[in-house]
């Protein structure tokens, strides 16, 4: 059964730093396309970053060059450093698997539970 | 950047309606196109991808149409466990991949 489980989640000042983890179970996320989206709670979803599994990696513009994707096969997890946190940035993180469909139907076919990440002072 | 929007932002409706909603991309964008369910305190779920694709699981009831610029997801019949909230995804231009405002779907 695949299962992706989010933690690190929490209060953060203004300008500080925070790492998410997404830990995999039922395939392995090396071999995988990888994603991070977000949601104000209450409000829509916002596509965050990806982790390809050749290890090339893509943001949204308002996290580059703040936020960095990456992953640790060893543990069968996804991370997401992110830092010069904002207020803007408060969010519930999920992470999710990328299904790479044929004729580029690619979609987001597992999904963790989401962590809370609050910004404020 | 693709925009996606979503109409209506909300509807209601009753047990066994046909509910329709719409997604418009802000350029062509082909049949690459997602809808997802999402229910309060939850993760989303796919039910459609490739505009009108079925995603392994999800009941016949939900079917998705559209290509180029204008989709909609029907659900043919209203079941209780279907009220939540439905966001369309444009898959064109990935990696990057804009979702739409979202739809909520409640009892009338």
Not at chain 1, 37 to 66: C, F, I, M
Not at chain 2, 22 to 51: H, N
Not at chain 2, 52 to 61: D, E, F, H, N
Request: include cysteine; charge should be positive; aromatic fraction near 10%.
């Amino acid at each position: 059964e695949v299962q992706l489980v989010e933690t690190g989640g929490g209060l953060i000042q203004p300008g500080g730093s925070l790492r998410l983890s997404c830990a995999a179970s039922g395939f392995t996320v090396s071999r995988s396309y990888m994603s991070w989206v977000r949601q104000v709670p209450g409000k829509g979803l916002e596509w965050v970053s990806v982790l390809y599994s050749d290890e090339n990696t893509h943001y949204a513009d308002s996290v580059k060059g703040r936020f960095t994707i990456s992953r640790d096969n060893s543990k069968n997890t996804l991370y997401l450093q992110m830092s010069s946190l904002r207020a803007e940035d408060t969010a519930v993180y999920f992470c999710a698997r990328v299904n790479i469909g044929g004729f580029g139907y690619n979609c987001l076919d597992y999904w963790g539970q989401g962590t809370l990440v609050t910004v404020s002072s | 950047d693709i925009q996606m929007t979503q109409s209506p932002s909300s509807v209601s409706a009753s047990i066994g309606d046909r509910v329709t909603i719409t997604c418009r991309a802000s350029q062509g964008i082909s049949s690459w196109l997602a809808w997802y369910q999402q229910k309060p305190g939850k993760a989303p779920k796919v039910l459609i991808y490739g505009a009108s694709r079925l995603q392994s699981g999800v009941p016949s009831r939900f079917s998705g149409s559209g290509s180029g610029t204008d989709f909609t997801l029907t659900i043919s019949s209203l079941q209780p466990e279907d009220f939540a909230t439905y966001y369309c995804q444009q898959t064109h231009s990935f990696p990057s991949l804009t979702f739409g405002g979202g739809t909520k779907v409640e009892i009338k």
